[in-house]
């Protein structure tokens, strides 16, 4: 089976192609505020370095958040344009647990910095399940054991993904449409909070 | 010859819109979802929400233009997209789904600045005939250009703050009438008399505009009269503000056309829907036998028609973009 993967919810861009459970194709680096010039040619690198065409994919796995809005939408607009216009399954995963996916301790807990002392954290086993849900935190709140991981600022280890891993876990789960997947950004836009609570 | 068609891509701000235009006259199909709606609780356009309503739709807008048109991608020659001016966010989901399209499909990808498109729209209409002044005016954009044929732009001036458009939705705001306001001045400024002593903004002999000292006179003098317990007359100010802007406007074209021995005048943008600054249009234009042309209202607002049109003459010069194409909030057409 051949399957593309792609993470741009953090400064740090995943692009890898997978085919029968090797790693045919990785790039796993900062970009940062290049990431939208930057992950199309990546895309077509990876096809190249692979000797695949799009059309021979079989599956593509895209993070849908948490992290930078903006990333998250870049690399899931390519992902759901693909999927849709190859009419081949997409699969949603978390940032959290693409972090969380070398799995140094028992516990990892994936964190992205959110700003004003907030960050997007989740915890995942082993087996990267997601025993800790992914939510948006104040980090003086967060009350989880375990290994912290983040490619940002904070007192963590750096994140080293493990792809097979992730795909090994999401392979068998249901694609969904789409026309219907969104990015889960866990946090409303400054807007739409002040409209909801107008005198915080 | 063989025909070419362009599926084109617009989402610079807060309209999603896919279009398919047969060699840069004629519209094939079209889909568009507009967020004006959701806008309006907010009382203008917040980018994020913005942003975050066009991943949301963009795929269906895709889907609903090929279904109207009965069409493939492969039947397509090539992809067109608004690159920019615009608000990055919202230009990035159209950008990178036309940049998918383009490297799935082995298409070539065509950058078409949305200033561009505003003035393609009259060739959905009528070919577009040369040379001729083009004055683009919305919310986003007040730009005044020279053309001396298809796809070759001199930008003569444009606003040095506010765009009309922006200019008339905050003078909205502040006669209490509801988002989106700029229509709403226009039709009270028809029912008042110009009273009220604003000033001609940037006056000069440069083809620029500035709109945010206007603005800010209808908010001091408001302010002012409220201090002294006098209400302001809602639709006085509106004719005050409005005879301002159509002067302005109106005299700058004018002497361009003149400067430039023109005599086709092409008005766009959603503000060329404003019946002020139309009626006076085209009664400088008679008086001075230049031939003045206003799309269609649909054609006025953001569609990807219009990014289709200009794409195809941009596509006929050869300009191509590579993968690498990025979002620009501000870029000049030149």
Same mark, same amino acid.
């Given at each position: 089976?051949?399957?593309?993967?792609?993470?741009?919810?953090?400064?740090?861009?995943?692009?890898?192609?997978?085919?029968?459970?090797?790693?045919?194709?990785?790039?796993? %680096?900062?970009?940062?505020?290049?990431?939208?010039?930057?992950?199309?040619?990546?895309?077509? %690198?990876?096809?190249?370095?692979?000797?695949?065409?799009?059309?021979?994919?079989?599956?593509?796995?895209?993070?849908?958040?948490? /992290?930078?809005?903006?990333?998250?939408?870049?690399?899931?607009?390519?992902?759901?344009?693909?999927?849709?216009?190859?009419?081949?399954?997409?699969?949603?995963?978390?940032?959290?647990?693409?972090?969380?996916?070398?799995?140094?301790?028992?516990?990892?807990?994936?964190?992205?910095?959110?700003?004003?002392?907030?960050?997007?954290?989740?915890?995942?086993?082993? +087996? &990267? +399940?997601?025993?800790?849900?992914?939510?948006?935190?104040? &980090?003086?709140?967060?009350?989880?054991?375990?290994?912290?991981?983040?490619?940002?600022?904070?007192?963590?280890?750096?994140?080293?993904?493990?792809?097979?891993?992730?795909?090994?876990?999401?392979?068998?789960?249901?694609?969904? !449409?789409?026309?219907?997947?969104?990015? +889960?950004?866990?946090?409303?836009?400054?807007? %739409?909070?002040?409209?909801?609570?107008?005198?915080? | 010859?063989?025909?070419?068609?362009?599926?084109? @891509?617009?989402?610079?701000?807060?309209?999603? *819109?896919?279009?398919?235009?047969?060699?840069?006259?004629?519209?094939?199909?079209?889909?568009?979802?507009?967020?004006?709606?959701?806008?309006?609780?907010? =009382?203008?356009?917040?980018?994020?929400?913005?942003?975050?309503?066009?991943?949301?739709? @963009?795929?269906?807008?895709?889907?609903?233009?090929?279904?109207?048109?009965?069409?493939?991608?492969?039947?397509?020659?090539?992809?067109?997209?608004?690159?920019?001016?615009?608000?990055?966010?919202?230009?990035?989901? =159209?950008?990178?789904?036309?940049?998918?399209?383009?490297? @799935?499909?082995?298409?070539?990808?065509?950058?078409?600045?949305?200033?561009?498109?505003?003035?393609?729209? +009259?060739?959905?209409?009528?070919?577009?005939?040369?040379?001729?002044?083009?004055?683009?005016?919305?919310?986003?954009?007040?730009?005044?250009?020279?053309?001396?044929?298809?796809?070759?732009?001199?930008?003569?001036?444009?606003?040095?703050?506010?765009?009309?458009?922006?200019?008339?939705?905050?003078?909205?705001?502040?006669? #209490?009438?509801?988002?989106?306001? /700029?229509?709403?001045?226009?039709?009270?400024?028809?029912? =008042?008399?110009?009273?009220?002593? &604003?000033?001609?903004? &940037?006056?000069?002999?440069?083809?620029?505009? *500035?709109?945010? /000292?206007?603005?800010?006179?209808?908010? #001091?003098?408001?302010?002012?009269?409220?201090?002294?317990?006098?209400?302001?007359?809602?639709?006085?100010?509106?004719?005050?503000?409005?005879?301002?802007?159509?002067?302005?406007?109106?005299?700058?074209?004018?002497?361009?056309?003149? %400067?430039?021995?023109? #005599?086709?005048?092409?008005?766009?943008?959603?503000?060329?829907?404003?019946? /002020?600054?139309?009626?006076?249009?085209?009664?400088?234009?008679?008086?001075? !036998?230049?031939?003045?042309?206003?799309?269609?209202?649909?054609?006025?607002?953001?569609?990807?028609?219009?990014?289709?049109?200009?794409?195809?003459?941009?596509?006929?010069? =050869?300009?191509?973009?590579?993968?690498?194409? #990025?979002?620009?909030?501000?870029?000049?057409?030149?």
């Amino acid at each position: 089976m051949k399957y593309l993967l792609i993470d741009s919810a953090t400064a740090t861009l995943v692009v890898a192609i997978v085919i029968d459970e090797q790693i045919k194709y990785l790039f796993n %680096e900062v970009t940062g505020k290049d990431m939208s010039s930057t992950i199309m040619m990546k895309i077509a %690198e990876a096809f190249k370095e692979a000797q695949l065409k799009p059309q021979d994919l079989d599956k593509i796995f895209v993070t849908t958040g948490p /992290g930078s809005f903006t990333g998250i939408r870049v690399g899931l607009t390519v992902a759901k344009t693909m999927a849709w216009a190859l009419k081949i399954p997409i699969v949603p995963l978390s940032s959290l647990e693409v972090i969380a996916s070398a799995t140094p301790g028992q516990t990892n807990v994936a964190l992205i910095d959110a700003r004003r002392g907030y960050v997007y954290a989740g915890a995942y086993d082993q +087996n &990267l +399940n997601n025993v800790y849900k992914d939510r948006h935190i104040l &980090l003086n709140q967060l009350n989880v054991k375990g290994v912290y991981i983040s490619y940002d600022d904070l007192p963590a280890i750096k994140p080293n993904p493990d792809i097979l891993k992730l795909i090994n876990k999401h392979k068998d789960d249901p694609g969904v !449409n789409p026309h219907h997947l969104n990015p +889960n950004y866990l946090k409303l836009t400054e807007a %739409e909070e002040k409209l909801n609570y107008p005198h915080d | 010859m063989k025909s070419v068609y362009i599926l084109a @891509i617009e989402s610079s701000c807060d309209e999603t *819109s896919v279009s398919i235009i047969k060699d840069g006259k004629e519209e094939i199909a079209t889909a568009t979802l507009s967020q004006m709606d959701t806008h309006a609780n907010y =009382g203008g356009v917040v980018p994020e929400i913005a942003s975050r309503m066009h991943i949301e739709n @963009i795929t269906m807008v895709l889907e609903e233009t090929l279904n109207k048109a009965n069409f493939s991608i492969d039947d397509i020659d090539a992809i067109a997209v608004t690159y920019g001016p615009g608000l990055v966010g919202s230009l990035l989901v =159209g950008l990178m789904a036309a940049k998918t399209l383009a490297f @799935i499909y082995d298409k070539p990808l065509i950058p078409v600045h949305h200033i561009a498109g505003h003035i393609y729209a +009259n060739n959905l209409v009528k070919p577009l005939e040369f040379p001729l002044i083009a004055l683009v005016v919305s919310g986003g954009h007040t730009d005044l250009l020279y053309m001396e044929d298809d796809y070759n732009f001199k930008r003569l001036g444009g606003t040095l703050d506010d765009a009309v458009g922006e200019a008339y939705d905050k003078v909205a705001r502040v006669i #209490n009438l509801p988002y989106p306001g /700029g229509p709403l001045v226009d039709k009270l400024a028809h029912e =008042g008399i110009d009273t009220y002593p &604003l000033p001609l903004p &940037l006056d000069d002999d440069s083809y620029n505009f *500035s709109f945010s /000292g206007l603005k800010s006179a209808v908010i #001091n003098l408001t302010h002012n009269e409220g201090q002294r317990g006098h209400q302001i007359i809602p639709e006085n100010m509106a004719t005050s503000f409005q005879n301002r802007v159509v002067e302005i406007l109106t005299k700058k074209t004018m002497r361009a056309l003149k %400067e430039y021995q023109v #005599n086709r005048l092409i008005v766009a943008g959603g503000v060329a829907a404003n019946k /002020g600054l139309r009626q006076r249009l085209t009664e400088l234009c008679a008086e001075n !036998n230049v031939d003045l042309i206003i799309p269609p209202i649909e054609y006025c607002t953001d569609n990807a028609a219009m990014i289709g049109a200009a794409g195809y003459y941009a596509y006929k010069l =050869g300009r191509r973009a590579d993968l690498t194409l #990025n979002a620009k909030a501000s870029d000049q057409l030149n």
